[in-house]
């Protein structure tokens, strides 16, 4: 395991250094590379400064997370006495001074800055390609994770890939078309693909090798519906699985106990936490547990983020993976009762980080969770549907949904016989409805069905429609598929005008 805190602390250090808190502040990183880094120790200090912001409460600990599971169909307010920004987020009602968006903005710059002073290390100092480029690889790697989630959020944003030394030099920066960032994701997720290796010492999954570059590969390109090259990198990963160690996990509990995610063989990438600690700006902090978990000194159900009855109503009670990701019962005192019996929001909380936290303080914060953002069943999910989009169902890509559905069937080690596997035969549109709604229950809570209802145009179906989970009126495709560019920076920097519509 990563020793979390050393990394965050790094990271904390890296962004003092090469960060800007803000793009209308003036970077604190002025000096020249070469007067930073002087051997290959050096530079993976960066990395490490960048992998570790990843870690922290402005992104994958609370702020970040929890937008993309409030923009979802999948997860409501349960407690309406949370601050204001938060309830705007879910209601699409926000403005572009969100309390939200203006935290973790920054940290995600902080993040690419860390990346980029890394990668003009490297280039600065004497070094072979076997030491150096595999360091660059990941720089680069973590810079397009970084703009990857920006781009898909944002829309055009301001595109830096240099190392900040003269603070002139973005002043005036303007936006960048989206078109030309998704290029650069890709020119620098396939560089990482080339350098990085198969697999990490000690089986860390918190750091990228080949098959997390080309996972996300992947994922880019079912993004930009340019399926024959989404299904590509996927049935390369998949091809190539024992050499990177990927597999699903037999149980699928198993994917959400912090006491044992160290490692796990699903995970293409995972943000870990080390419970019980924290570091400077925020470092390792981690409260998604308690934002989602019920909690209460009864307990008595009062988490922020709470799916609605319909979310938990229609989900099959035969298929397992409810029965994990829900808690619809508590104890209290010494007796186990029902979800109408919480005192504050009577529905069904979320069950994956709050069961088994690990270590952590009070009501669940502080856990020592291991958040996948991408695991192994995604890319049998996206090989599925991207062949779904080319072929139809044929008996391929039904395979790799009744990998996905075999694992499912395993109740902690008892066979059920739901989900059935599919049949092929299947005409495109139907088997690529399929995939979505098997996305959709397999990822469930974990930050992707925003991004799904986005690429696939389904926010009016699915927030206005007949049988929407989580009815929002005011949901308006003109505005709601981006966020705002925050307020105050584009007061400072008119160059970053005009804002994205509807704000």
Excluded at 128 to 157: C, D, K, T, W
Aim: hydrophobic share 40%.
């Amino acid at each position: 395991m990563q020793n979390i805190y050393k990394i965050a602390s790094i990271a904390c250090m890296m962004a003092g250094i090469f960060g800007c808190t803000n793009l209308e502040e003036k970077p604190i990183g002025v000096l020249a590379p070469e007067g930073l880094f002087n051997s290959p120790a050096d530079v993976n200090v960066a990395v490490l400064g960048s992998v570790g912001l990843l870690a922290t409460e402005a992104l994958y600990g609370r702020q970040f997370v929890s937008a993309l599971m409030l923009r979802s169909d999948m997860a409501d307010i349960g407690d309406r006495g949370t601050p204001a920004a938060r309830q705007q987020m879910n209601d699409f009602n926000m403005d572009d001074n969100n309390g939200m968006i203006t935290v973790f903005w920054p940290v995600w710059y902080q993040v690419i800055s860390a990346a980029n002073a890394a990668i003009s290390g490297a280039e600065s100092i004497q070094g072979s390609e076997v030491q150096l480029n595999p360091l660059i690889a990941e720089a680069r790697f973590m810079r397009a994770f970084s703009y990857y989630h920006l781009v898909r959020n944002f829309g055009a944003v301001p595109y830096i890939d240099y190392f900040i030394n003269n603070p002139e030099s973005i002043k005036t920066i303007s936006r960048t078309a989206e078109a030309e960032i998704f290029g650069k994701i890709i020119e620098d997720l396939e560089y990482a693909k080339q350098w990085l290796p198969d697999v990490r010492p000690n089986n860390i999954r918190t750091r990228a090798t080949k098959g997390t570059a080309a996972s996300y590969l992947s994922s880019v390109h079912l993004t930009l519906a340019n399926y024959p090259k989404a299904y590509e990198e996927a049935k390369w990963v998949i091809d190539n699985r024992t050499s990177f160690g990927y597999a699903l996990l037999p149980d699928f509990q198993g994917l959400f106990n912090a006491n044992t995610a160290n490692g796990l063989q699903e995970h293409v990438f995972a943000i870990d936490f080390l419970g019980l600690q924290s570091g400077p700006g925020n470092a390792n902090i981690d409260y998604m547990a308690s934002m989602t978990g019920i909690r209460g000194a009864t307990p008595s159900g009062w988490s922020v983020i709470v799916p609605s009855m319909m979310v938990f109503d229609t989900w099959d009670d035969r298929d397992y993976r409810k029965k994990v990701s829900f808690d619809s019962e508590i104890l209290m005192g010494t007796t186990i009762r029902p979800f109408s019996a919480f005192v504050n929001t009577q529905r069904p909380h979320i069950a994956k980080y709050s069961r088994f936290p690990g270590r952590s303080q009070g009501e669940m914060q502080f856990s020592d969770h291991n958040y996948a953002d991408f695991r192994y069943a995604e890319v049998l999910l996206i090989a599925a549907e991207a062949l779904g989009e080319i072929s139809g169902g044929n008996a391929e890509a039904v395979g790799y949904i009744n990998q996905v559905r075999a694992r499912a069937r395993n109740e902690a080690g008892v066979m059920n016989t739901f989900p059935e596997d599919v049949q092929p035969g299947m005409g495109k549109e139907a088997f690529v409805n399929l995939v979505m709604e098997e996305r959709r229950l397999e990822l469930a809570f974990e930050f992707k069905r925003w991004y799904d209802i986005k690429r696939r145009n389904l926010g009016t179906q699915v927030f206005t429609g007949a049988n929407s989970l989580e009815p929002h009126a005011t949901f308006s495709e003109a505005r709601d598929y981006l966020m705002p560019i925050p307020r105050q920076e584009l007061e400072t920097n008119p160059n970053l005008a005009p804002q994205n519509p509807g704000y």
